[in-house]
């Protein structure tokens, strides 16, 4: 992650400090979307119409917010449809890098760096560069680089041109799936990351127990339902995987959420591996790059920058 200040590039974790120590995310700054007919989105412009091979999506197999693209990519079908780009599993002082020796390439216009994209699409832009972003080949431009909207518009832009026919954003189930994606970014997507860049005891002791508090929550409806929205999979169990993935292997031990485990959680646990098991989806799965990532050289959070054994977690359906 990083940004342009006067012509330089300045690194940084979209993190920004409130007075208690609090750790807050920056917000995403490009929010177009992909409609099936090119109309306008929520936000942002029209003319983004849904066409197979039209756009391009960048991610990293380390980050949350782009595993949450991947995956419904994957689960509607579309990986030949919307081609990808992985930025290797790191930050340099230029952001997120590509290494095409190591297999991390840009496929579109062989970038060193992402924040060549980013400029690409707009010489002047000085917002945060992240993953995932979704680029339009024809309009030369990033459509979206906000993951929760990625994930809706490859989830239901795409019908028709590529995607198959599944709906993870039932109109009978919306209000039930927006309910559990608000909660779990404020206390758990985002609860672990507050957590583990809290800066006061205060801070990180409201925010584990948001955490907490979260799967506590979620093993509880797994005892009624068989998903968080009712009995089929939705975006909110989309949303929710990423997190789940990287606990035990990162954020139980990173950053501090070690009240409990995801194993600890027999419902959760089963359903997690559930959906590991998918087509496809354990591809997206990277463990040991989770856990460098992670525990990789931190000033604050791990300055020797020492990787843990481990834990060894068996996610297959017998673990």
């Known amino acids: 992650m990083g940004r342009l200040i006067d012509g330089r590039w300045v ?54 917010w782009a595993h949450r693209a991947l995956l419904t990519r994957v689960l509607k079908g ?25 297999g991390y390439e840009d496929r579109l216009f062989g970038a060193r760096a992402l924040h060549e994209i980013y400029t690409r699409g707009d010489p002047d832009y000085s917002g945060r560069v992240t993953v995932p972003v979704l680029w339009d080949t024809e309009r030369e431009q990033i459509v979206s680089n906000e993951s929760a909207d990625i994930v809706r518009m490859l989830g239901g832009a795409f019908n028709g041109v590529g995607a198959n026919a599944e709906d993870f954003y039932p109109a009978a189930l919306r209000p039930a799936i927006d309910a559990w994606n608000d909660r779990i970014h404020k206390t758990l997507n985002n609860g672990v990351y507050r957590a583990g860049f809290a800066e006061s005891q205060e801070a990180y002791a409201a925010a584990v127990a ?5 799967l ?28 789940l993935v990287r606990f035990d292997v990162a954020y139980w031990s990173a950053f501090k959420c070690n009240i409990r485990r995801l194993v600890d959680y027999p419902r959760l646990w089963a359903s997690a591996r559930a959906f590991h098991a998918r087509p ?10 989770y856990k460098r990532g992670y525990h990789s050289p931190s ?6 920058g020492i990787v843990p054994a481990g834990p060894i977690v068996d ?4 673990g």
């Open 78 to 102: 579309l990986e030949e449809a919307v081609p990808v780009s992985i930025a290797a599993p790191r930050r340099s002082d230029q952001g997120w890098v590509f290494d095409p020796e190591n």
């Open 280 to 289: 496809g989806i354990a591809e997206t799965v990277h463990f040991d790059i």
């Open 210 to 214: 948001d955490v907490f508090e979260t």
């Open 11 to 64: 690194t940084d974790e979209g993190i920004r400090l409130l007075p208690d120590g609090a750790w807050q995310r920056t917000p995403s700054l490009l929010r177009n979307w992909v409609t099936a007919d090119g109309a306008a989105g929520p936000t942002g412009t029209g003319g983004f119409k849904a066409e197979a091979g039209r756009y391009h999506l960048y991610v990293a197999w380390n980050c949350p």
């Open 216 to 243: 506590d929550a979620i093993e509880a409806q797994l005892a009624e339902t068989s998903y968080l929205a009712g009995d089929r999979l939705t975006e909110a169990d989309i949303r929710l995987f990423p997190t």
């Open 299 to 304: 000033p604050k959070r791990n300055p020797l």
């Open 315 to 318: 996610w297959s359906l017998a």
